[in-house]
Nanobody, 128 residues
Framework: QVMLVESGVVLVQSGGSLTLSCAAS????????IGWFRQAPGKEREGISAISLSDNSTYYIDSVKGRLTISRDHAKDTVYLQMNNLKPEDTAVYYC?????????????????????WGHGTQVTVSS
């Protein structure tokens, strides 16, 4: 059973930065894609970035390009999401998820239905 555990700073001021971590276990195939999602209060879950573990190719939705960087540490089985210039509208629960259904990297979208394994999420609050 794949397990994903998110961690990171939970409260940050507007304009600040943080890095979320997603520690993964039992990802025995190189063909996994790890995605980051967020769900703000009263809104639907939104996929924001993904990385293919086969070639480290990445994807970002347009609204976060230039502010977010997804990366991985192969030795630690950990995927990171660095977020810069944070805004109050970035306040959300952030989830990482794993998928074996995404073929032909780089990822071209981050769609929740493609992901089978999910972490429990970590709350990020950006104060103004």
């Amino acid at each position: 059973q794949v397990m994903l555990v998110e961690s990171g700073v939970v409260l940050v001021q507007s304009g600040g930065s943080l890095t979320l971590s997603c520690a993964a276990s039992r990802l025995t195939s190189i063909y996994w894609t790890i995605g980051w999602f967020r769900q703000a209060p009263g809104k639907e879950r939104e996929g924001i970035s993904a990385i293919s573990l086969s070639d480290n190719s990445t994807y970002y939705i347009d609204s976060v390009k230039g502010r977010l960087t997804i990366s991985r540490d192969h030795a630690k089985d950990t995927v990171y999401l660095q977020m810069n210039n944070l805004k109050p509208e970035d306040t959300a629960v952030y989830y990482c998820a794993a998928s074996l259904e995404i073929e032909d990297p780089p990822p071209k979208a981050v769609i929740a239905d493609d992901y089978s394994y999910w972490g429990h999420g970590t709350q990020v609050t950006v104060s103004s």
